[in-house]
């Protein structure tokens, strides 16, 4: 008896210890699983020469063959016989390497975190279903899938995704989904147009319109418009002051009374990710050494890995362009092909608004808008939670869209989502973006990509474009709501109809320039017009944006003779313009007169830090000491200035702080300004006190982290850009790169933002291309082709980019050739 009974109890211990390495448990992964000789993760290991070998794959739903050369690079260039089999292809490759990346994004946008990693996720879900990602995501894809064309697009990439995904096993499945124990789901066309809904929110999905309602209430009108001016002093913007526009303006709608005898302080107003950016530019055929126009892009955005593009040329009749691609979308996103090339930043234009709404009652069933009560929309989201009962989550919309948080409640977003407000945003709106790629893969001249970009809706870019017929232009384009000026710098009137979006600035009337007097054009997501522009797109373009667009368009202006290698060293260019304005005279106040401070011993660590501060040309390379002082000492001094009166610890307000270019103009003239003093302490601060007061935090701060001032001080320690995993797993990403650059610098690599595809193209009669990602073509951390272009990418340097003209040219870095069969 006694040996059954521990042959049983053997015989549970099993079951429960299978069981639990099998099962996953919280954030612990599925040991057994994972570490399965036979389905783990070591079954995700690459064979170093897998794509370089010549082979045939039947894949069905094929029309006809496609070839596919791969690289030495790993970049596919396809090579189909019509559109179908282009795009079914795109979306088998780029899920054979990109599959997780690119499924668990759509998770994201969808608001699905949950079902995959459980409740600790469940307000970040809350979050993106109530801002109405998968909202704006159903509305773009009807529209899109109208259209005959784009519809065999989606259709064709998604069946393509589902083919490779069909393939794999519990073996082969990638890495992260044996990690967080799922499996992937087929793919359809609304995948894709979440993403693009979630790279809308990445650049166009925040506001200040609270953080502007509160200061507005604390201080009044005349300090706002003080210390924030709807045109900054300094500005250098896309679209040059006095270009004669082409077209005649709308009427512009009336400013309601209301809001402008509140800007007049008559009543009272209503209830009250900086470093993302990106440069692109392009030199006319007369200033460069080619005779042809050349054009650079370095769109800035968070460093992960996998990578966020992905590079691939795509070749049948009517097209043939080489660019990058997001994975999980088709077409190349930016790019070129014979005849023109294209890149993009962001816009920043005002595109989200707040609406004050007034409810009945406490039902919040209905809301008064021009003069009745009209219905509130009632929309139950089901929310799956692994482990737990799914919860369901009722989002309220109105007219204007939704309301994000309906009673009071913790934002996901701090600062800028009020409660009980409705959100009016564009992205929530249809537009057909897929158009607008398919168009710019297939342009051949300055009239095809207008027309390319007449259907784009969201995010707003900066679309430059150069071409082999030797023209040159930028379009700041989207869809921009018709607007009265700074309609939406404040929370609006949600019961006046006045206050609504009175439609939209048609399309052909956005800004832009072609072929300008000076010979280039570009963008630093500074302000896309001067104030001679008949519309208005937004009061505030972020800081930093004028050091980049000003530093670029100094060296293009003085360029000659260029070649595709200048505008390479000019997106590694590392000089700060704001340092260089401001430290003589941060220096000047720190040796001045004491004015009831400490001056600075001559032999103090502070005096030692000012002599290394006297010798800097202000370039932010990577082992500069001087660099690193900076960032403390300005930083410093801009939260002793305005932390007192805009700070939410001191004020109990979110309120955001006057912008770079109006703490310049304080520092350099208005040294007596009541805005020095700190108002929480009793004596009166000067601004030499708190220069050295900020010099002294920044020398302290760096002796205590690197001891005396020496090599470790270098800027590289201090930013330490990092290169993450996703799910920044530790051991799959890079810590600490050493490079330079900087929020605010041409070359705008920081701590965890930075070039997140440097392209320059050069025209002609043959085009030549260059370009680099940080990172790799493969999301596989078991492949050689993870990482293996950060280092190229870490020393500023770029890849020659294989554009072929056929599937049988010949180039000695061409590695595999594969055919692909139904």
């Not at 995501?137 to 109208?146: E, G, I, Q, V």
Request: proline content about 8%; charged content about 20%; aromatic content about 12%.
């Amino acid at each position: 008896m006694l040996h059954w009974i521990k042959a049983l109890l053997a015989l549970l211990a099993t079951v429960a210890l299978t069981w639990t390495l099998n099962t996953k448990h919280g954030d612990l992964p599925p040991f057994g699983k994972l570490l399965s000789p036979f389905r783990g993760f070591w079954q995700n290991g690459e064979v170093a020469d897998a794509f370089a070998a010549h082979q045939t794959l039947q894949l069905p739903g094929l029309q006809a063959p496609v070839q596919v050369r791969y690289d030495d690079k790993r970049v596919p260039h396809v090579f189909a016989q019509n559109d179908h089999d282009l795009y079914y292809t795109q979306g088998y490759l780029t899920a054979q390497d990109r599959l997780w990346q690119m499924d668990f994004i759509t998770h994201v946008a969808a608001g699905r975190l949950a079902e995959i990693v459980g409740p600790g996720r469940l307000e970040t879900d809350r979050f993106f279903r109530r801002m109405g990602l998968a909202y704006g995501a159903r509305h773009s894809l009807d529209s899109a899938m109208t259209d005959p064309t784009t519809r065999t697009v989606l259709m064709s990439y998604s069946d393509g995704v589902n083919a490779y995904i069909n393939t794999l096993t519990p073996s082969t499945i990638p890495f992260e989904y044996k990690l967080l124990d799922y499996a992937p789901e087929p793919w359809e066309p609304l995948k894709c147009a979440l993403i693009l809904k979630y790279m809308a929110f990445d650049l166009s999905g925040r506001s200040d319109d609270l953080r502007m309602s509160n200061a507005l209430a604390k201080y009044g009108p005349a300090v706002v418009k003080d210390l924030f001016p709807d045109y900054p002093v300094q500005e250098d913007p896309i679209v040059p002051v006095g270009t004669p526009l082409d077209f005649t303006p709308l009427p512009v709608p009336a400013t309601p009374p209301s809001f402008a005898a509140a800007m007049s302080g008559l009543v009272p107003q209503h209830e009250p990710d900086p470093e993302l950016g990106s440069n692109n530019f392009a030199v006319s055929a007369a200033k460069s050494a080619t005779g042809y126009p050349l054009l650079a892009n370095d769109p800035h955005l968070q460093l992960n890995l996998p990578s966020i593009w992905y590079q691939i040329q795509l070749a049948a009749p009517g097209v043939n362009v080489y660019g990058v691609s997001i994975p999980g979308v088709p077409f190349a996103i930016i790019g070129f092909n014979e005849q023109v090339a294209w890149g993009v930043t962001n816009v920043a234009a005002d595109v989200v608004d707040w609406y004050q709404l007034k409810f009945k009652d406490n039902t919040r069933r209905e809301y008064w808008h021009d003069g009745r009560w009209k219905p509130v929309s009632r929309v139950v989201e089901r929310i799956k939670v692994r482990g737990q009962p799914d919860r369901l989550d009722t989002v309220l919309y109105t007219h204007h869209g939704p309301i994000v948080y309906d009673k009071p409640e913790k934002p996901f977003l701090p600062g800028q989502v009020p409660v009980a407000h409705a959100m009016r945003w564009t992205a929530h709106d249809a537009a057909n973006e897929f158009q607008t790629f398919y168009r710019l893969n297939r342009a051949r001249n300055y009239q095809d990509y207008t027309t390319a970009l007449s259907t784009y809706g969201t995010p707003a870019q900066n679309f430059i474009f150069a071409s082999a017929d030797k023209d040159i232009a930028i379009w700041p384009n989207g869809r921009f709501p018709l607007k009265w000026r700074d309609q939406g710098k404040f929370i609006l009137d949600g019961t006046d109809p006045a206050y609504d979006w009175q439609g939209w600035i048609p399309a052909a009337q956005n800004p832009h320039v072609k072929n300008p007097p000076r010979q280039f054009v570009s963008s630093a997501n500074q302000f896309s017009t001067g104030p001679d522009y008949p519309y208005y797109l937004n009061w505030n373009y972020g800081d930093g944006t004028y050091d980049r667009s000003h530093r670029i368009n100094t060296r293009l202006a003085r360029m000659t003779q260029a070649t595709p290698d200048s505008l390479r060293m000019l997106q590694n260019d590392n000089l700060n313009l704001t340092a260089q304005l401001l430290m003589p005279r941060l220096l000047e106040l720190a040796a001045g007169p004491a004015n009831g401070d400490t001056l600075v011993a001559t032999t103090s660590p502070d005096a030692q830090v000012l002599v290394e501060m006297r010798r800097w040309n202000c370039q932010y390379n990577a082992d500069a000491l001087a660099p690193s002082v900076y960032d403390l000492w300005y930083n410093d001094l801009v939260r002793r200035i305005w932390g007192d009166d805009f700070g939410p610890k001191a004020t109990g307000l979110e309120m955001r702080y006057p912008a770079r270019d109006r703490t310049k103009q304080l520092l350099l003239h208005e040294e007596n300004s009541s805005w020095i003093d700190d108002r929480r302490t009793p004596q009166r601060e000067t601004l030499p006190q708190l220069v050295r007061r900020s010099l002294r935090f920044a020398t302290d701060s760096l002796t205590r982290k690197y001891g005396p001032l020496g090599p470790k001080w270098a800027w590289k320690n201090q930013k330490s850009t990092d290169v993450l995993h996703l799910l920044q797993l530790p051991g799959f990403g890079h810590m600490d790169l050493d490079c330079g650059g900087g929020a605010g610098i041409v070359n705008a690599t920081s701590e965890r933002n930075g070039p997140s595809w440097r392209m320059v193209v050069a025209l002609g009669p043959q085009v030549r291309a260059y370009g680099v990602f940080p990172g790799g073509q493969s999301g596989n951390p078991g492949s050689a082709a993870y990482d293996d272009m950060l280092e190229t990418w870490r020393v500023g340097q770029l890849n020659e980019l294989i554009f072929l003209r056929s599937p049988t040219e010949a180039n000695p870095r061409l590695r595999g050739n594969w055919t692909l069969a139904k």
